[in-house]
């Protein structure tokens, strides 16, 4: 359904690496005939409508693995899915020379008093043993993706009434602040420190402020969520010259509730 709206992105702003998050399509549907001509190498890993990740790429990546490579027994208990259903479609891991790339799409928890919101907590210690086992701090790695927090009240529009929401839960940014702890610099905060900026407007319609007229929608009002991220090492943070939030593809009819963070970097 959104595939026009990445293509004609792609096209406009030729990024060197694209992550998509939650493409919802098995390996065998997916679309990678649409991007031939594109000058874009095309990985992904996916199930049927659920879940799923994709790369574009300028550049045909090292090497490029799925999931986080321990595969403990409570992933499947938790999710009654198989390792792959459960960890392969939501992080692939891509090399380019001394670059890491991590794509990630962290479960969003469905409410804290259920098994999901214990599955997403553990998936952030999960993400941390993995940064531990695999990287030093002195490495150029790039985190990015749906990580499904807001690390902060700025984060969030109206926090104080989302102190129980599975994305602003108190258990969760601190199970957040945790992996990124490991060694990671938020890019929009390092440059930004003081900007509020949302990544995510859900579908819902707001009343306008005088309660007339037709309703507005959260992207109108600016009822958003930054929950999607782009972090770096310190070494590789310190390249980074730009951060944006691209707001225009949100714009879009039918568009995701998500759009685009990018951030530039001087390699």
């Known amino acids: 359904m959104r595939l026009p709206i990445i293509l004609d992105w792609l096209s406009a702003q030729r990024p060197d690496i694209l992550c998509l998050q939650e493409t919802k399509v098995q390996d065998s549907e997916f679309p990678k005939d649409a991007f031939a001509g594109t000058g874009y190498h095309v990985h992904f890993r996916g199930m049927k409508a659920y879940n799923g990740v994709a790369l574009l790429s300028r550049k045909e990546p090292d090497k490029v693995t799925y999931g986080l490579a321990d595969r403990p027994e409570p992933v499947l208990k938790l999710t009654g899915a198989s390792y792959a259903e459960a960890d392969e479609t939501r992080f692939c891991h891509a090399v380019f020379g001394d670059l890491h790339l991590l794509n990630t799409y962290v479960p969003q928890g469905y409410q804290i008093d259920s098994p999901k919101y214990e599955f997403k907590l553990a998936w952030f210690r999960r993400l941390r043993t993995?940064?531990?086992?695999?990287?030093?701090?002195?490495?150029?790695?790039?985190?990015?993706?749906?990580?499904?927090?807001?690390?902060?009240?700025?984060?969030?529009?109206?926090?104080?009434?989302?102190?129980?929401?599975?994305?602003?839960?108190?258990?969760?940014?601190?199970?957040?602040?945790?992996?990124?702890?490991?060694?990671?610099?938020?890019?929009?905060?390092?440059?930004?420190?003081?900007?509020?900026?949302?990544?995510?407007?859900?579908?819902?319609?707001?009343?306008?402020?005088?309660?007339?007229?037709?309703?507005?929608?959260?992207?109108?009002?600016?009822?958003?969520?930054?929950?999607?991220?782009?972090?770096?090492?310190?070494?590789?943070?310190?390249?980074?010259?730009?951060?944006?939030?691209?707001?225009?593809?949100?714009?879009?009819?039918?568009?995701?509730?998500?759009?685009?963070?990018?951030?530039?970097?001087?390699?």
């Open 130 to 267: 993995y940064f531990e086992t695999q990287f030093r701090t002195d490495q150029r790695v790039l985190w990015c993706g749906d990580l499904n927090v807001a690390p902060r009240e700025m984060d969030v529009h109206s926090p104080e009434k989302h102190l129980k929401h599975v994305c602003f839960h108190e258990d969760v940014r601190k199970a957040y602040a945790e992996a990124v702890a490991w060694g990671f610099e938020d890019v929009f905060v390092k440059l930004y420190p003081d900007k509020p900026q949302y990544t995510f407007f859900d579908y819902r319609k707001f009343p306008p402020p005088d309660g007339k007229g037709r309703w507005l929608s959260a992207l109108e009002t600016n009822k958003g969520w930054r929950i999607d991220h782009i972090l770096a090492t310190v070494p590789l943070a310190k390249c980074c010259q730009l951060v944006e939030v691209d707001l225009e593809p949100r714009r879009n009819a039918q568009a995701s509730d998500h759009t685009i963070l990018w951030a530039d970097f001087s390699l």
